[in-house]
């Protein structure tokens, strides 16, 4: 059974940057698209960023666009988000979990396996 667990989350100053890692265990994670989605306290969920299994095709939401990259190593079984100039706003927990590509280009929020997310703090 597909698990994945969030890692690389942590208190940085406004304008640094983190790497998160979602890795993968129980399945291949390169057969799957994956998604990257954070909450606030009080905000809705948001979906920041998808990656496609193949071909490897990538989405961004407008808030992040510019400054996250996201990136997969099938070898090591593992989806990153590379997160540059951080901003107080990108305070969240962070979280991947299994999500299609033609639901993330279709803008919906359904999203299946996730992991407990890794808390992101940006102070100003």
């Known amino acids: 059974q597909l698990q994945l667990v969030e890692s690389g989350g942590g208190l940085v100053q406004r304008g640094g940057s983190l790497r998160l890692a979602c890795t993968a265990s129980?399945?291949?994670?390169?057969?799957?698209?994956i998604g990257w989605f954070r909450q606030a306290p009080g905000k809705e969920r948001e979906r920041i960023s998808c990656?496609?299994?193949?071909?490897?095709?990538?989405y961004y939401a407008d808030s992040v666009s510019g400054r996250f990259t996201i990136s997969r190593d099938n070898a090591k079984n593992t989806v990153y988000l590379q997160m540059t100039r951080l901003q107080p706003e990108d305070t969240a927990l962070y979280y991947c979990?299994?999500?299609?590509?033609?639901?993330?280009?279709?803008?919906?929020?359904?999203?299946?396996?996730r992991g407990q997310g890794t808390q992101v703090t940006v102070s100003s």
């Open positions: 990656i496609e299994s193949t071909p490897i095709n990538t």
């Open positions: 129980g399945a291949p994670l390169q057969y799957f698209d």
């Open positions: 979990a299994l999500h299609s590509w033609p639901s993330c280009v279709a803008g919906r929020d359904d999203a299946g396996t």
